[in-house]
């Protein structure tokens, strides 16, 4: 390993000791280091550099010459870093110094063996499945940023009062979810907002998608899983003009008039997973399953 970026919260520090121990093994390695430039110019202002690192502001910043790109934080850090790797294939790391962390799993302690597995070549590459959306007519806000890594989500705006969102699948008419909402996610984002409007959770290797309405009005809406190889057509009813669009953390409104097209993007993101790392030990971790006395004598 050469060349690196690392990327984080440009609001607040809230992890200087592992910022420190991340660069030190990066250093003492010989590895060239670039900080995303405003989280560089907040290290600045809190003295936490003792030198000065190569910065990136954008996409066009980087390429595939960056064998990682490392992140400070919780998921929603990895979820904004997604917006810079894009279509690279840069495989990322997340520290995790946030709170629930199914995505940023490594924990600040094991920082220092996390990356020396990765340095050993003890670890594997999970890619994970991202989703377009494009809408007619076109909408200009995520002309450029077109994709989400967790999930899309419809959702009402302004009213107290469920939309309806028409469904179909492949062209072909599912139904009309009568609820505050709609949810697409990946296997990646089962474990999000689709999780906790209790969709299932998803491996990420699976190749599917989660369809997961928001307090649905009717009791037979159920969450269905469907093939990630499926075109999803929406089209909306609301009393108000406008609906939300969500892609993971970035949000626009649009008219109800608006036909919205999710389907699988062409490209997918590289998680790096230690070898003392795994998703099922996530779910033990994050999720607490196994917390069970009765589990004990099993271990």
Not at 30 to 36: A, G, L, P, V
Not at 63 to 78: A, H, P, R
Not at 91 to 109: E, S, V
Not at 271 to 280: A, M, T
């Amino acid at each position: 390993m050469k060349k690196v970026a690392i990327y984080g919260q440009s609001y607040s520090i809230s992890a200087e000791k592992e910022i420190q121990i991340l660069l030190e093994v990066l250093t003492d390695n010989n590895i060239t280091c670039f900080i995303e430039q405003k989280f560089y110019d907040l290290l600045i202002q809190g003295n936490i550099l003792d030198k000065k690192y190569p910065t990136f502001s954008h996409f066009n910043d980087l390429n595939d010459s960056f064998e990682v790109m490392f992140t400070l934080g919780g998921d929603g850090t990895i979820l904004r870093a997604v917006t810079y790797i894009r279509n690279l294939g840069i495989p990322i790391l997340g520290i995790n110094t946030g709170r629930l962390g199914f995505l940023a799993t490594i924990n600040k302690k094991t920082i220092k063996e996390s990356i020396n597995l990765i340095l050993k070549g003890e670890y594997s590459i999970q890619e994970r499945t991202l989703l377009t959306v494009k809408t007619l007519p076109k909408t200009d806000e995520f002309s450029e940023l077109n994709f989400a890594l967790n999930e899309v989500t419809i959702a009402r705006k302004n009213t107290t009062s469920m939309i309806g969102v028409r469904t179909s699948l492949n062209n072909e008419y599912l139904t009309n979810y009568w609820a505050d909402g709609l949810i697409i996610a990946t296997p990646t984002g089962s474990t999000g907002y689709s999780l906790s409007c209790n969709g299932p959770v998803v491996s990420p290797d699976s190749k599917n998608l989660v369809i997961t309405p928001i307090a649905p009005h009717n009791l037979t809406a159920r969450t269905m899983v469907i093939s990630d190889e499926t075109s999803i057509q929406l089209t909306i009813d609301s009393r108000e003009k406008d609906f939300l669009i969500s892609l993971d953390s970035r949000i626009t409104t649009v008219p109800k008039n608006t036909e919205v097209l999710i389907e699988k993007a062409a490209f997918t993101i590289k998680s790096i997973i230690p070898k003392n790392q795994s998703f099922l030990q996530t779910l033990r971790s994050k999720l607490l399953w196994g917390e069970d006395t009765r589990n004990e004598t099993n271990l």
